[in-house]
């Protein structure tokens, strides 16, 4: 089956401090993964996708297909890190739908 | 840049009526736009993938009956909550596809049933 899985909830940090979320995949094709980041009462967005290997405001994420992982790492978290972050694969053999995890709220403490 | 609007943004209605939520992609055309809906303290839920010109198609337990989707233009998709009771109260998102991986979300609408 295809599944995303992000086992924290809830992440809280210290400003200055290295941050990692965690995202593992269960995907029988190639997948293609991507971080989407909700702040405060803002719309979704996307904030990387693996395919495209780029750093989005200091934000990393490897594709491990070994451990079926595609955490997000950033070695210095700020304050308006702070939001709603969603680890999604896409569907490639069905439209390209995604398949959400269930988000992790991160919380930088000043 | 590529922005996805959503009207209304939030709407109250008494149980039994109609309301009908707008997706519209303003500066791309969308061939698929999708429709998600977010219960509080949970992730997102695909309802249906709305194809311009065809019938949408709506995952496992979504009552095709219930939420109407029409994707009348390249631009324009819209939701359709019929006969609303309030355990359909939700945010509703509606996302756009400029091309193949690149998603482009609305900024939600909240549905309040009374």
């Known amino acids: 089956a295809q599944r995303v899985t992000q086992p924290e909830k809830l992440l809280s940090v210290f400003k200055g401090a290295p941050v990692e979320l965690k995202c593992n995949y269960s995907?029988?094709?190639?997948?293609?993964l991507f971080w989407y980041v909700q702040y405060s009462r803002q719309r979704l967005q996307l904030l990387l996708r693996?395919?495209?290997?780029?750093s989005i405001k200091g934000f990393t994420a490897d594709l491990n297909k070994g451990e079926t992982s595609f955490h997000l790492k950033k070695p210095f978290a700020q304050e308006e890190d702070s939001a709603m972050y969603y680890c999604?694969?896409?569907?490639?053999?069905?439209?390209?739908?995604?398949?959400w995890g269930a988000g992790t709220k991160l919380i930088i403490k000043p | 840049g590529a922005v996805v609007s959503q009207h209304p943004s939030w709407v109250i209605c008494k149980s039994g009526t109609s309301v009908k939520i707008e997706c519209r992609s303003l500066?791309?055309?969308?061939?698929?736009m999708f429709w998600y809906r977010q219960f509080p303290k949970q992730s997102l839920m695909l309802m249906a993938t709305?194809?311009?010109?065809?019938?949408?198609?709506?995952e496992q337990g979504v009552e095709k009956d219930k939420f109407l989707i029409n994707h009348a233009s390249l631009t324009l998709s819209t939701l359709t909550v019929t006969s609303a009771h309030p355990e359909d109260s939700s945010f509703y998102i509606c996302?756009?596809?400029?091309?193949?991986?690149?998603?482009?979300f609305g900024p939600g609408t909240r549905l309040t049933v009374t």
């Open positions: 996302s756009a596809e400029k091309s193949s991986y690149e998603q482009y």
């Open positions: 500066d791309f055309q969308a061939t698929t």
């Open positions: 709305s194809n311009e010109g065809s019938k949408a198609t709506y």
């Open positions: 995907y029988s094709g190639s997948p293609e």
């Open positions: 693996h395919i495209s290997r780029e």
């Open positions: 999604a694969l896409t569907r490639v053999d069905s439209n390209y739908q995604l398949i």
